[in-house]
């Protein structure tokens, strides 16, 4: 399959290629368009002279936009799904949920109401607060989960009244292509614009004058160099970082019925998650046998090929975080910990869960908030109050009980401390691609 960029609604090439690695054998099944600086500028173009007439659509012609884009994902589910596995390495089910996903999510956020705001209304003045569209804005997305990935910040940039130019990771760029392709007799001219390229891509997407606003998925360390860059211009920013979550496990739980949803919110996609549970603290009374269960989930894995049926975890995506899970492997060897199950690096390496023990529930509260990160963490006990009380405290922007990684098109999600900056979903994250502007009316005049 040969696989195009996305100027202004056409078909458009680069000078450079990208190589896509199958992570599933280590070897290269295709090659992309690479966009360099001149491929950007005309991208920024098109979205900018898109902007105005696009902008001028109502709510309800957006919307109804939005609901074309999802018909697009469910009826090319399948053929999305098996590229998507094929360059990211995942399992076919979970590709195919992850487009299910991005579609559902689409239409959640687009049947949100943004309306003005009437701070003041009285004899002599009315004052209101409305949200106006930003212009052009820049998605940069990662290679965990390309797509449901895009289609947040997608989402809420055109249903708002903006244009966007989006640049999905030289890891997976090849769906986000397909559907950028697919999309094109769906939207306006120029009012989506896919670009692929390396990391000096999405550089010049954070320096560009002609850009908005930047909504950027990813580390921690890229996201301060996207804000550094930004800084230039001023760029409203959206930023979803890395996590470190942790999740509490306390004393009254049944260790069996928790291990499998424990297991299955830190190993999902391969531990490759940002909300993924990274760390659990487990009651010492509970602690054997929690770990016991868990290892015994671990042992029911099947690691493989995504296109497998029977794969539970496909291969660790690109090279650097396999060389970080070996890495993070000799460290755990080294500190003398007890390794439960696995251990040795198999053909197709799986992630690392620590599961910690602990005696007083303040203790665990403070390990969990020990870090520069705060994305989400998690309670899980049969006392919901004591739970929710505990969840309250964790340093983070999601604090679920009895749950992980759950979220939902009405509920903002985001990071606190170096986990990100502002929020995605809700009508919190879509005004955040919004300029707030305040009208001031004296009834009178004089």
Known sequence: MDFSLTINGQAHGAGQSLEIVDPSTGEVFARCPAAGPAELDQAVAAARRAFGPWRQRSFAERRAAISRVAEVLRVHQEELAALLTREQGKPLGQSRDEITRAATQSEGM?????????????AER????????LGVVGIITPWNAPINLAAGPLTSALYTGNTAVLKPSPH????TLRLGELLR???????????????ELGAAMAAHPHIDKIAFTGSVEAGKKVMASAAGTLKRLTLELGGNDAAIVLEDVDPLAVAPKLFFAAFVNSGQVCMAVKRIYAHESIYEALCAALAAEAR??????GADPSTTLGPIQNREQY???????AETRRSGARILCGGELPQTPGPILPVLRFRDVEDAIRRANDTRYGLSGSVWSRDTARAAEIA???EVGTAWVNQHR????TVPFGGAKESGVGRQYSVLGLKSYMEPRVLSILKSAG
């Open 406 to 409: 759950t979220t939902a098109a």
């Open 172 to 175: 997976t760029p090849l769906t």
């Open 110 to 122: 687009a049947a949100i109401a943004i309306e003005p705001e009437v701070i003041v209304e009285s």
């Open 126 to 133: 009315h004052i209101e607060l409305r949200y106006e569209p």
């Open 392 to 394: 309250a405290r964790l």
């Open 185 to 199: 007799p769906v939207l306006p001219a120029g009012v989506l614009n896919v670009l692929a390229g390396g990391d």
């Open 300 to 305: 029911k894995a099947k690691l493989g090929r």
């Open 323 to 329: 060389e970080r899970v070996t890495a993070l492997l």
